[in-house]
């Protein structure tokens, strides 16, 4: 079993509706939560991290954490164009600021239609 | 917000040569640098972590005698690839964590490899 899982999609929505990413990690240890995204050919961006159980929002973008059910996904409302990308969730498997190793998991292929 | 720079971005190396990645913080002091490799259309792949100071940490698989790791400041890394092949063509990407604050990591811009 991979120890983190994503679909690779791709997974297009319309401009303007909510994209859903989702994501499924294996160690129930795992304490924090990250998602980066990714431009073709260019290094990943931290879009949102994510500790607690329940929602974090920052602007169009809400992270959503259940470790009992060892899972965490990412909402982008209103999507746009210039959201399309690859969207890696990862996971630091130690505590926060502990050990600091993400794992990645293969991330999923955003299209958004105009 | 942090920056971590990457130098070469691009670089094109014959085969059995060795190359040099750099990866530095530019305005914090990073105790722990972790490079990553990504074959296209694949996924960040750890290959080793890095601490200011100390031997790096590699990941299984990873040749430690191929991919030499050096951190010898808080600001700068550096991932020699030895002998390169072909199969060695990647991008390859450095992060770093901050020493204090925030509980994140910052990646640099990444470095493409190819090996002819």
């Known amino acids: 079993q991979k120890e983190v899982e994503q679909n690779s999609g791709p997974l297009s929505v319309p401009e303007g509706a909510i994209a859903s990413l989702n994501c499924t990690y294996s160690?129930?240890?795992?304490?924090?939560f990250f998602w980066y995204r990714q431009y073709s050919g260019k290094s990943p961006e931290l879009i949102m991290f994510?500790?607690?159980?329940g929602d974090k929002e920052d602007g169009r973008f809400t992270a959503q954490l259940n470790k009992a059910s060892q899972y965490v996904s990412l909402l982008i409302r209103d999507s746009q164009p210039s959201d399309s990308a690859t969207y890696l969730c990862a996971v630091n498997p130690g505590y926060g600021g502990a050990t600091n190793k993400l794992i990645f998991g293969t991330g999923t292929l955003l299209a958004v239609q105009p | 917000g942090a920056v971590v720079s990457q130098h070469p971005s691009r670089v094109i190396c014959k085969s059995g040569t060795s190359v040099k990645i750099e990866c530095r913080s530019l305005?914090?002091?990073?105790?722990?640098m972790f490079w990553y490799r990504q074959f296209p259309k694949k996924s960040l792949m750890l290959m080793a972590t890095?601490?200011?100071?100390?031997?790096?940490?590699?990941e299984q698989g990873v040749e430690k005698d191929k991919f030499l790791i050096n951190h010898a400041s808080l600001t700068l890394s550096t991932l020699t690839v030895t002998s390169a092949h072909p199969e060695d063509s990647s991008f390859y990407i450095c992060?770093?964590?901050?020493?204090?604050?925030?509980?994140?990591?910052?990646f640099g811009e990444g470095s493409w490899l190819t090996v002819v």
């Open positions: 160690d129930r240890g795992s304490q924090s």
């Open positions: 305005d914090f002091q990073a105790t722990t």
């Open positions: 890095s601490n200011e100071g100390s031997k790096a940490t590699y």
């Open positions: 992060s770093a964590r901050a020493r204090t604050g925030v509980d994140h990591i910052y």
């Open positions: 994510i500790y607690s159980n």
